[in-house]
């Protein structure tokens, strides 16, 4: 079936420096890619997304890119912020046919000043 | 827009009580998941509702959860009776499956706690 693996955590960085959470997935056919963010006590929140192979999508200064060769899609930031601590999470999600999110298993960042 | 909306944000309940959670899903858009999270598993997905119809409850792990949707900006979750192991953060969302965005949206959850 289809699935999404991430890094361990958790991350610790110092802030300002870079970020990279790797993510794998397998799935049949070509998914759309998601990073959500969860900051402490809150929801889920979309950060970026990419539909197709090569697409980047970006955030609040996150990206991430659709890499089909290598069914990647790693999440980077040149200089994160202690506003960054969270957990990140990766999913994919078919195109057609029954749309659910697939989740990994999340991957939490701590900034420290 | 006013985003997925649940209710309550926080229930402390007493084991074998009856729990009900709420969704009002953004308006417009058809399809609503229920998903859990705990530390243990992960998120994972109880049900997936398009055009108010229940398409996959695989995911409700036993009889003492229900779902329903009755129309389209309602549904609700229900533990009957609750357990400890229960206990979790339950995320409600919604997507608008024909529209040109293929986003799923969720609400910011229902911390529940069964003591």
């Known amino acids: 079936g289809d699935s999404v693996t991430q890094m361990e955590g958790p991350v610790t960085l110092s802030e300002e420096a870079f970020l990279t959470i790797n993510c794998t997935y397998t799935?049949?056919?070509?998914?759309?890619l998601f990073w959500y963010v969860q900051y402490p006590g809150e929801g889920l929140q979309l950060l970026l997304k990419a539909t197709k192979a090569d697409d980047k999508g970006s955030n609040k200064g996150f990206e991430a890119t659709y890499r089909k060769e290598t069914t990647s899609f790693h999440l980077e930031k040149g200089s994160v912020q202690v506003s960054d601590s969270a957990v990140y999470f990766c999913?994919?999600?078919?195109?057609?046919?029954?749309?659910?999110?697939?989740f990994g298993t999340g991957t939490r960042l701590l900034v420290s000043p | 827009d006013a985003g997925v909306i649940q209710s309550p944000r926080h229930e402390v309940t007493e084991m074998g009580q009856e729990v009900t959670l709420r969704c009002k899903p953004i308006?417009?858009?058809?399809?609503l998941f229920w998903y859990r999270q705990t530390m243990m598993r992960g998120l994972e997905l109880l049900i997936y509702f398009n055009n108010n119809v229940p398409i996959d409850d695989s995911g409700m792990p036993e009889d003492r959860f229900s779902a329903k949707m009755p129309n389209a900006s309602f549904s609700t979750l229900k533990i009957q009776p609750s357990e400890p192991r229960d206990s979790a953060v339950y995320f409600c969302?919604?997507?608008?499956?024909?529209?040109?965005?293929?986003?799923?949206?969720f609400g910011e959850g229902s911390w529940l706690t069964v003591v």
């Open positions: 799935a049949t056919g070509y998914p759309s």
């Open positions: 308006s417009g858009h058809n399809s």
């Open positions: 969302a919604s997507i608008d499956t024909g529209g040109s965005g293929n986003t799923i949206y």
């Open positions: 999913a994919l999600r078919k195109n057609t046919g029954f749309q659910k999110l697939v």
